[in-house]
């Protein structure tokens, strides 16, 4: 951990350290105070030491996004104590819950705009996000996205980040500002030097076929217009890197019948047993040889391609696919 970093930590953990003692004169639970409080005093001890953040069983760094969260953590996920462990089954189990209440459904209709979505974690907690909102006149707005990292952190931060677009999608902001304020809103969040990111995609279709759509470092979705398939690039930096990072937004025109896929890299980056990439050029295959079929059943060839080229192969990271189609009138 870079000495920076270890002087930040002491840093905020002394000024915790006041507010324990201030708090013990005049809170009921000072047992409990006065055990919290050698936990602090130990990890201080541990930071003079140069032994912060390393396992106190088996000399490994704990993993940082759980530091991130509690820097008062001294073992590894490998040699938590049987409290430690119950604890996180429990937050993770919570995670979970919370996170299948965000989901959209499965396949969802609104006005002219069909969206179809799958969206699977390669563990209890997910940093992938997906969000499908209809409005009030017959428009869609759409969310696709994820956290950088994995773990409780990462989808803690992406359920915060999902509910910052809920809340300004209600104001009816243009695209544009509305992904400029999410920018700036979730890098107060995680906080400058968190190495915590977010890549999205999301835009809002209109009744006419048009979809206007901001892409902010995330893979490029693919549109689908009679059959001819073009790439969309980002128009932007990921969410939380910069508060002022500025955001362009694209304009597509998908006409009837036109589509937009949209995927996580648990998409892209999914290997086989020789440790191959499935790759985007695969992607593009799958959605030219389905394009006029069903949302559902595009979205199901895109996974079923992915799982044969994996052959076997363990799912290693969140794996999110959603595909929008206007209707024809």
């Known amino acids: 951990m870079a000495p920076m970093h270890q002087a930040l930590i002491r840093d905020e953990l002394v000024d915790r350290r006041r507010r324990l003692e201030e ?19 130990l990890v201080l001890s541990r930071l ?16 940082p996004e759980r530091l991130a969260g509690d820097p008062l953590l001294r073992h590894c996920l490998d040699h938590l104590t049987p409290r430690e462990r119950r604890a996180l089954e429990q ?33 209890p907690a997910s940093g992938d996000c997906c969000d499908v909102v209809p409005l009030d006149d017959g428009e869609l707005f759409f969310l696709l996205g994820d956290v950088s990292g994995k773990g409780l952190a990462a989808s803690m931060l992406m359920s915060h980040l999902q509910a910052i677009f809920r809340s300004l ?3 009816r902001l243009p695209l ?12 107060e969040s995680v906080g400058t030097g968190s190495g915590r990111y977010a890549t999205i995609a999301c835009g809002r279709a209109h009744g006419s076929g048009r979809v206007d759509l901001c892409n902010a470092g995330h893979c490029p979705p693919l549109q689908v217009r009679g059959g001819e398939l073009a790439s969309v690039a980002p128009t932007g930096l990921p969410l939380g890197l910069f508060g002022s990072s500025p955001y362009e937004v694209s304009t597509l025109d998908l006409g009837p019948g036109g ?5 996580t890299d648990g998409l892209t980056e999914s290997t086989n047993r020789g440790g191959e990439e499935y790759g985007s050029d695969r992607v593009a295959g799958v959605l030219r040889a389905h394009a006029s079929r069903p949302g559902r059943e595009i979205v199901k060839a895109c996974l079923d391609d992915v ?23």
């Open 259 to 263: 589509g937009l896929l949209l995927y």
């Open 176 to 187: 544009q500002e509305m992904v400029e304020r999410a920018n700036r809103l979730f890098c």
């Open 48 to 63: 003079d030491a140069g032994t912060y953040g390393l396992c106190e069983t088996c000399g490994d760094p704990v993993e």
């Open 91 to 123: 937050d993770l189990q919570l995670t979970w819950r919370i996170q299948s209440t965000l989901l959209p459904e499965r396949e969802l209709r609104a006005g002219s705009w069909e969206a179809t979505s799958h969206y699977e974690p390669a563990g």
């Open 169 to 171: 999608v209600s104001l």
């Open 307 to 329: 799982g044969t080229f994996r052959g076997g192969a363990a799912q290693a990271d969140d794996l999110t696919v959603l595909f929008l189609r206007h209707l024809a009138a």
């Open 23 to 41: 708090a013990m004169v005049t809170l009921p639970q000072a047992d409990q105070l006065r055990e919290l409080m050698s936990e602090v005093d």
